[in-house]
Every structure is written in structure tokens, then in C-alpha cells.
């Protein structure tokens, strides 16, 4: 009987130790998604700013005045349209912590050091 109650107890510790990793693996992932979204976005805007950026090196160093002038009006539309496309979003500081998974088994821990299996004369009242 004893040893069934011990496999009961594990078994419950086991499920519950389960679940949570459930649940934390399915946190991480989902922040880790995001993150990685928002680094996608990120260097897809960088990218086209560094694209502009050099296009407009590139009609500066034209030697021809009516080339650049030409061009420089194509620049400023393709700049307009690349800073209303982009919405800047950010990641909270807090957001990789996952504090809010930390639990205390002190108590517990203490209930099951203090157990005694020694027949008293006062017997607990079954459940």
C-alpha cells in the first residue's frame, strides 16, 4: 500500500512537472517567434534604407547636375514611402524573463521530511 501511494504521489508530480514544461516551451516558442518576426522586419527595412542609401551616394557622385536633380525626386518619394510603410515596434526589457514560472516547494518540501510512517497511537482521520 505504501509503495502504491509513493507511485501515486510521483505520477501526480510528474503530470503537474509535465504541464508546466508544456507551458513554458510553449511561451518560449512564442516569444521566440515574435523575436524572430521582428528581427525579419527589422533587417528587411534595413535593407531597403541601405538600398537608398546607396542610390543616393550613387546620383551625388554623378557628375551630370540634371542626372542627380532627375533622380533626387525619385529618392525623396522611394524615402516617403519606406518611412510610412515601416511600423516601429519594440520588445518590452522584461519580455524574455519568465519569472512569473518560479514556484517555492519549500513548504512542501518540509511536510515530506517531517512524514513519519510509524504507527501512532493517535491515528490521523481517513480521507
Known amino acids: 500500500i505504501l509503495s502504491e501511494k509513493f507511485d501515486s504521489l510521483s505520477a501526480i508530480l510528474e503530470e503537474r512537472r509535465k504541464i508546466m514544461t508544456q ?6 516558442e512564442e516569444k521566440t517567434g515574435w523575436t524572430q518576426s521582428l528581427l525579419q522586419t527589422y533587417s528587411e527595412y534595413v535593407d531597403t534604407n541601405s538600398e537608398l542609401i546607396q542610390a543616393a551616394q550613387n546620383a551625388i ?10 533622380t533626387s525626386q525619385d529618392l525623396i518619394e522611394k524615402v516617403g514611402k519606406a518611412s510610412k510603410c515601416f511600423t516601429q515596434e519594440t520588445l518590452d526589457p522584461e519580455y524574455e524573463k519568465m519569472d512569473h514560472y518560479r514556484v517555492d516547494f519549500e513548504a512542501e518540501e518540509r511536510v515530506l521530511h517531517q512524514l513519519d510512517f510509524m504507527e501512532s497511537k493517535y491515528q490521523r482521520p481517513n480521507r
Open 61 to 70: 557622385e554623378d557628375p551630370e547636375m540634371a542626372s542627380f536633380v532627375q
Open 23 to 28: 507551458q513554458i516551451t510553449s511561451e518560449q
